[in-house]
């Protein structure tokens, strides 16, 4: 609206803030974690009895599985790129809502770069093997049996994650940063996911991990600041 000289001019309409969009990245993550990490669970080439200690039938095996490496791939890689986002939100988040010096986001972020890294880590080896299987004669059968264990395990390694639930847990049964539902589930999901990567049955963490994200990225997008 024209203001006349004199006149104090009408404030600008606030426009409305989107809704969190780095929580939405967390929910998209978390989503994209738990179908990547059940695609995974398909590619069993390496896990069949039947071929145990057999590289050749194994190769041949994980050939027929190529669609699920390449879905795999991108699955997982878009999740853990997406967690790097969540990670800055979260930590930014947890700061406007805890005492100065709190070191809770630090540690929420830092679990999801960690799990980033091994995730990315997990899946860095698509491109050899992939394309190594179009052209099985130039592929060494016994990498192919690295390969089938490497992205049937290392993608599940989210342990780290269950630091980033029990940090997320404290700040909010201590310092009710949110509701407290959140906080009993994030306690519960922490302690079984960095519970499971202590122990030799670390790779279970790719269950309960990307679940944690997902619930808690998808809570806190609908959420109303307080």
Do not use: C, N
């Not at 830092?110 to 052209?135: N, P």
């Not at 992205?151 to 780290?160: D, E, I, N, S, Y």
Request: hydrophobic share 55%; no cysteine; net charge negative.
């Amino acid at each position: 609206m024209t203001s006349y000289i004199g006149e104090p001019a009408e404030p600008a309409t606030a426009v409305p803030s989107p809704k969190r969009a780095w929580a939405i990245a967390g929910a998209l993550a978390g989503l994209l974690g738990v179908i990547g990490i059940q695609v995974s669970g398909t590619i069993d080439a390496a896990y069949d009895t039947d071929r145990a200690g057999d590289a050749t039938a194994i190769m041949s095996a994980l050939a027929e599985q190529r669609t699920a490496l390449i879905v795999e791939h991108v699955l997982l890689s878009l999740s853990a790129l997406l967690l790097l986002v969540f990670a800055a939100g979260l930590y930014r988040h947890l700061v406007d809502r805890l005492p100065d010096g709190s070191m809770l986001p630090a540690l929420a972020a830092f679990g999801m770069v960690a799990t980033t890294a091994v995730v990315l880590v997990g899946t860095g080896l698509t491109t050899e093997i992939v394309f190594g299987l179009a052209r099985p004669e130039e592929l060494v059968p016994e990498f192919a049996v690295v390969a089938a264990h490497w992205v049937g395990t290392l993608p599940w390694v989210w342990a780290a994650t269950g630091v980033s639930a029990l940090a997320v847990a404290v700040a909010t049964l201590r310092h009710h940063a949110e509701a407290a539902w959140l906080g009993w589930l994030s306690a519960a999901l922490g302690v079984l996911t960095a519970g499971l990567g202590i122990s030799p049955l670390q790779y279970l963490a790719g269950l309960t991990g990307p679940l944690w994200v997902l619930v808690t990225g998808v809570t806190l997008a609908v959420t109303r600041d307080r």
